[in-house]
Nanobody, 123 residues
Framework: VQLQASGGGLVQAGGSLRLSCAAS????????MGWFRQAPGKEREFVAT????????YYAHSTKGRFTISRDNAKNTVYLQMNNLEPEDTAVYFC?????????????????WGQGTLVTVSS
């Protein structure tokens, strides 16, 4: 499966962006999906995850209440709505497809990764 993330860009603090992750080669409706990010000089970290049905979501503490993960299985696409962005949110954001049907936090359970999209938040 190929994952294509898009929607990144430059935004001022307090602004919003919506990331999209489109899949090809395989339907995403049978697996959980996640978003991760990697800031310059830091390790990749978990951002949000959603179960295959969309009824279960988990968020990193730093993004809870500001970010919303959702999915449209008919479009084979997962989204990350990011509101009230902070400079600390600056990173390359990656979408990934899990090997499990549920919402999964552990990076080790993700089999497929997109190429990443850069989000830059200016202060």
């Amino acid at each position: 499966v190929q994952l294509q993330a898009s929607g990144g860009g430059l935004v001022q603090a307090g602004g919003s962006l919506r990331l999209s992750c489109a899949a090809s080669g395989r339907t995403l409706s049978s697996v959980g999906m996640g978003w991760f990010r990697q800031a310059p000089g830091k390790e990749r970290e978990f951002v949000a995850t959603i179960s295959l049905s969309g009824d279960t979501t988990y968020y990193a503490h730093s993004t809870k209440g500001r970010f919303t993960i959702s999915r449209d299985n008919a479009k084979n696409t997962v989204y990350l709505q990011m509101n009230n962005l902070e400079p600390e949110d600056t990173a390359v954001y990656f979408c990934a497809a899990s090997s499990r049907p549920g919402a999964t936090i552990g990076m080790e359970f993700y089999s497929y990764w997109g190429q990443g999209t850069l989000v830059t938040v200016s202060s």
